[in-house]
């Protein structure tokens, strides 16, 4: 894991490098992207968060990506602009990498309505370190929720291009998973995704 | 570390928080952001990576971010423009942050001439969360190293504005570390960098 690096005209320094594998086995599991898709209020959030909950008691090394932790810090700069939204969602989908790199098993949460979007962070890692887990709810559904109050002011107008209402959602055609978050439980839904993560060998039944 | 969350009119859904605290119990050391800045060819991403080899023996959960991973990536669209470095720095200042949140100990290796912009990560996270290396190490001795052969390309002008040559480098006033790259061992300055984390209460000695 060391490749000679003379960085000194004196001194021989050694570049050592720590990969993947090693931190995968310091940990005891796998990483990987888990990349849930949905409609605003379909429970992306609290989904990805309930599965970390379930991991962690598993002992895995975990965390999670959503608007809380991203939208005022990395992409603080970014607004809702066709433009902006696929830049958002190209920095999030490196900083996801990164994460798979360091031995960490990710948990995506955003809209990402876009197909081509979701297909880039695909196509930027590894086969099978891209888990896409679409959140099924109806759009009726979400808006009866409405937890944010956002269906209300995009119906008024208030926000302009509003995913589901007037701005298009693009579900997925082939996703690693559906779980139905309209009608299922959390808990319902936490175990699919689980056993995803046990079927495809990331983390031990 | 469970706040209610009704996201649907039938079920109420418990959104799970996985915090920073419990991470670093999971892992045995806390975690911190350690920065270490200099001149190019100081040896900041060398040793960096040597830190990274002795906390992996020591089982701690470190990861490192340098030109390799964040150029090509995440910050692939930047060049190298004042307003360009400002916001190289701002990213990886978040991602640097995001990693702490996570429980990872996180090693940064860039040049970050520029005071203010190293002022800014520190404001950024908890006191004490941000420890600045300082790789100190003479122009002459990093520019007769010249590993990359750019110093002689920034005295021939084809590279413009390079740091310690025609752009500033901005030594830190009073940063946690100084570690002398010019003169000691890659196994002394490691050492040194160990030492203050065991000081730090970071890691156990």
């Given at each position: 894991m ?17 990969d993947?594998?090693?931190r995968?086995?310091m ?69 996801a ?6 031995g960490?098993i ?21 086969h ?9 709810c ?19 107008g ?32 936490t175990?699919?995704?689980?056993k ?5 060998g990331?983390?031990?039944a």
């Open positions: 060391t490749k000679k690096s003379k960085i000194s005209s004196n001194v021989v320094w050694h570049h050592a490098t720590i993947r594998q090693q995968e086995e940990n005891g599991h796998k990483s990987v992207i888990l990349w849930f898709t949905g409609l605003s209020g379909s429970g992306k959030s609290t989904l990805a968060h309930a599965v970390e909950d379930e991991l962690y008691a598993r002992k895995c090394r975990t965390y999670v990506l959503d608007g809380d932790n991203i939208r005022h810090g990395l992409c603080g700069d970014l607004g809702f602009s066709d433009a902006d939204r696929v830049e958002n969602i190209r920095r999030i989908s490196e900083l990498k990164l994460f798979l790199e360091a960490v990710s948990l995506t949460a955003f809209i990402s309505p876009f197909r081509s979007d979701r297909d880039n962070v695909r196509n930027l890692v590894p099978g370190d891209f888990l896409e887990i679409f959140c099924h109806p759009l009726e559904t979400c808006e009866e929720r409405d937890v944010k109050g956002l269906y209300k002011k995009a119906r008024s208030e926000i302009k291009a509003f995913t589901g209402i007037s701005s298009p959602y693009e579900a997925p055609q082939s996703p690693e998973l559906v779980v139905n978050t309209g009608s299922e439980t959390l808990e319902e839904s175990a699919q995704v689980i995803l993560l046990v079927d495809r990331i983390i031990q």
